[in-house]
């Protein structure tokens, strides 16, 4: 049993390139807005507050941590936000490792623990995802910003 983990991935809610671009469009709607504002005095010093504010809450979200998958002692380890409850899945049950990707959408919402039909999942950012079907036939579906990676450390940490 080692002490250092196989692999470590911190996932960030607000690191996501679409997420970002669209609070930055809202951001310069709101300061265009206050430019072509004819009274400033009461309307327009609203819309450059909102428009701070957005920024603002754009840089705090690209610190707040979503969860952190961490790959040790023949276990994926799933550690989420404040309240959350730590999530570990057994390598030894798990009987099929496949990647894929995500999902076929453009936009898709952070989850931590998401029970859905059949499937638990866990996803920050990333386009693709390790689809892991437990003996039960339970399939965890964990996205990572770095599949190749998180895949080798699971077929390592299985052998070894």
């Given at each position: 049993?080692?002490?250092?983990?196989?692999?470590?991935?911190?996932?960030?809610?607000?690191?996501?390139?679409?997420?970002?671009?669209?609070?930055?469009?809202?951001?310069?709607?709101?300061?265009?807005a206050?430019?072509?504002?004819?009274?400033?005095?009461?309307?327009?010093?609203?819309?450059?507050v909102v428009?701070?504010?957005?920024?603002?809450?754009?840089?705090?979200?690209?610190?707040?941590?979503?969860?952190?998958?961490?790959?040790?002692?023949?276990?994926?380890?799933?550690?989420?936000?404040?309240?959350?409850?730590l999530?570990?899945?057994?390598?030894?049950?798990?009987?099929?490792?496949e990647?894929?990707e995500?999902?076929?959408?453009?936009?898709?919402?952070?989850?931590?623990?998401?029970?859905?039909k059949?499937?638990?999942?866990?996803y920050?950012a990333?386009?693709?995802?390790?689809?892991?079907?437990?003996?039960?036939?339970?399939?965890?579906?964990?996205?990572?910003?770095?599949?190749?990676?998180?895949?080798?450390?699971?077929?390592?940490?299985?052998?070894?």
């Amino acid at each position: 049993m080692s002490d250092k983990p196989a692999f470590i991935e911190k996932q960030y809610l607000g690191r996501e390139f679409i997420p970002i671009t669209i609070r930055l469009v809202l951001a310069m709607f709101c300061f265009a807005a206050y430019f072509f504002t004819d009274e400033r005095e009461r309307n327009g010093n609203l819309l450059i507050v909102v428009g701070f504010a957005i920024i603002i809450i754009s840089i705090i979200m690209g610190y707040l941590l979503h969860f952190r998958t961490r790959i040790e002692n023949k276990s994926i380890l799933l550690d989420g936000l404040w309240t959350t409850r730590l999530v570990k899945i057994d390598l030894n049950s798990i009987v099929k490792i496949e990647k894929k990707e995500y999902s076929r959408y453009l936009f898709n919402n952070p989850v931590y623990n998401l029970h859905q039909k059949g499937t638990i999942r866990f996803y920050c950012a990333g386009k693709d995802a390790i689809y892991l079907t437990d003996r039960d036939g339970l399939v965890y579906i964990v996205g990572s910003q770095h599949p190749n990676e998180f895949l080798r450390a699971i077929n390592e940490e299985r052998k070894g």
